[in-house]
């Protein structure tokens, strides 16, 4: 795809004036009439296209191509006699003169007169013309219906959009406008009917979409360029766990340590107030789980039935149970509208919170002693099925799709936007798979503890950068999830920690749980953090020997 040139100076070279431009970043239409004709214009290369001028240490930046962007966000911010001078001092145009008469005519609505100037451009691509020729013969059409020129609208869908071969559907639908004015307004939503009425300013945006870079800067290009570069060192940041406003365009970006929980603030002991004492179990509790807006809490017994608690009471709301099963496992709908559970014939039910049973998809789906999760849109059901394979059960479509390790499975944890399962397995390794589609095995974390118990590990910080797991020799161990580089221990237990949970809300807080009868709290030495709006993570277990 080529672009266009102007060997005229700045000041002779036609282009939109001031207003214009003001006019067209507001998305109105230009009314002044349009000096001279398209016809006549030939098509030459932008000045300096392909040379070899570059700025920049690395020489990889083309300064044509630098000064167009830098003179595209000036008109985009407003500051249109800025982008004019930039245009008029460095000899590079924005657009070319035949751009200009091009981008003129569409405004005016001159739609013969710009399908011609569209050829003249340079375009190489005969379907990129044909469909930039579309879009401007389907604004004509519009408007000549607009107008009640049916005929003449009918004329040109006919012997102008028809012949193009391009997007026969859409063809055959612009002919049920000529046959059925009404068809707009009966299969239309008022959203796309103003598609339908579309301004001449946002056609000339949808061409600009269509039409090659080197022939209309794309809008807002420079801006995606440094939130690009930003991106990037974001994410080459090993530390970084703050919010991104608070990276600057002055300095390269690199956080330090100091923005990973490190520091003890509070240990709980056993000696902690006790708010309520749920009764009832009679065996061994295997898990917990807290309902999506936190007042409510289920319980299993290990084999035996789940309860349902009123946080605020502590009175047993409902007790779930099948004659000669027992439970394994509970949780939670994401809207908090049902309940589900593993059971120990190996199937999964689901529960309305009034204890009728909704669904039973019976067979080889759970463990005794399983995992179970269910992602936030409600649909797939996730447990640990076989001991090296966790099945994802899509309960609408009905689809069982399964993630097969080498090794013995001990648990699971789901990431917040659903899209990544967390494994621990016996060999001491820790899997991340990407599940969205047919499941993918992405990073492998390693360095902690496992010989005896089961180690819970956790998704936190930031955006979920970081990985956090317990392990059997006392410590809490930190990886950076995107390169699973062992980013920080964090001593202070005296027995093996088998839990971990980050705060959802607060990227810089981090709990751990041990087998030496407490829970600790990590944070920052620095306390004036910024949180985002909090969120319930879910399911808590209990700990286990494998």
């Known amino acids: ?26 998305g109105s239409t230009i009314k002044e ?21 570059v700025v920049g240490s690395k020489g990889v930046i083309k300064k044509v191509e630098f000064v167009r962007i830098i003179a595209k966000a000036l008109y985009s911010l407003g500051y249109i006699k800025s982008g004019a001078h930039l245009e008029e001092e460095s000899g590079i145009p924005l657009h070319s003169s035949v751009v200009n008469v091009f981008m003129r005519q569409i405004l005016e609505g001159n739609w013969d007169e710009s399908v011609v100037t569209l050829r ?100 807002g290009r420079l801006e995606h360029l440094v939130e690009q570069a930003l991106v990037l060192q974001r994410d080459a940041c090993m530390f970084h766990n703050s919010l991104d406003k608070e ?31 749920l009764s009832g179990h009679q065996k061994p509790l295997s898990s917990v789980s807290w309902s999506p807006d936190d007042r409510q809490l289920l319980t299993c017994g290990a084999e035996e039935v ?35 559970s593993g059971l ?37 059901i996730i447990s640990i099925c076989r001991e090296t394979a966790i099945l994802l059960l899509d309960r609408e479509a009905k689809v069982e799709r399964f993630i097969e390790e080498d090794q013995t ?45 089961i180690i819970r590990s956790c998704f936190g910080g930031l955006e979920q950068a970081f990985i956090a797991s317990g392990s059997e020799d006392s410590l809490v161990y930190i990886w950076h999830r995107g390169t699973g580089e062992l980013i920080e221990t964090l001593p202070g237990h005296s027995g093996a920690v088998n839990c971990v949970s980050w705060n959802p809300a607060n990227p810089h807080m981090l709990a751990s749980a041990s087998d030496d009868r407490t829970i600790r709290i990590w944070g920052l030495n620095n306390l004036s953090t910024k949180r985002k ?6 399911i808590h277990y209990c700990n286990g020997v494998y």
């Open 344 to 380: 120990n014939d190996k199937s999964i039910c689901m529960w309305e919170l009034d204890g009728k049973e909704l669904e039973c998809w019976k067979g080889q789906r759970t463990l005794k002693i399983s995992d179970l999760e269910i992602t936030g849109d409600g649909k797939q």
């Open 1 to 26: 795809m080529g672009g266009v040139e102007d060997d005229e100076p700045a000041s002779k070279r036609m282009k939109l004036s001031s207003e214009e431009l003001r006019r067209l970043s507001n």
């Open 533 to 538: 709006e909090p969120c319930s993570n879910g």
């Open 409 to 453: 499975i001990t648990s699971f944890s789901l990431s917040r936007d659903s899209r990544f399962l967390l494994i621990n397995l016996l060999n001491q390794e820790i899997h991340l798979w990407n599940i969205e589609g047919d499941p993918k095995l992405v990073s492998k974390y390693r360095g902690h503890k496992r010989t005896r118990f």
């Open 306 to 340: 789940v309860r349902l608690w009123d946080v605020s009471s502590g009175e047993c709301l409902h007790v779930y149970e099948k004659t000669g099963l027992g439970m394994v496992s509970c949780g939670w709908s994401p809207d908090g509208k049902w309940i589900f």
């Open 247 to 277: 990276m600057s365009l002055y300095s390269d970006h690199q956080c330090g340590r100091d923005q990973i929980p490190s520091q003890a603030l509070q240990v709980y002991e056993t000696g902690v107030s006790l708010k309520h004492k």
């Open 120 to 219: 003249n451009i340079g375009l190489t691509d005969e379907r990129t013309v044909k469909s930039a020729s579309f879009l401007i013969l389907e604004q004509k059409f519009f408007e000549l219906l607009d107008e009640e020129k049916a005929m003449d609208a009918l004329n040109t869908l006919r012997t102008e959009i028809a012949p193009l071969g391009v997007n026969d559907s859409r063809v055959r639908e612009l002919s049920s406008y000529i046959v059925s004015p009404s068809y707009c307004s009966l299969t239309r939503s008022p959203k796309q009917d103003t598609v339908r009425a579309r301004s001449r300013s946002k056609l000339l945006e949808e061409l600009q979409k269509l039409l090659p870079a080197t022939v209309m800067v794309p809008e």
């Open 33 to 53: 009439p349009v000096a001279g004709s398209s016809r006549d214009l030939m098509a030459r290369p932008l000045q300096s296209e392909g040379g070899e001028e």
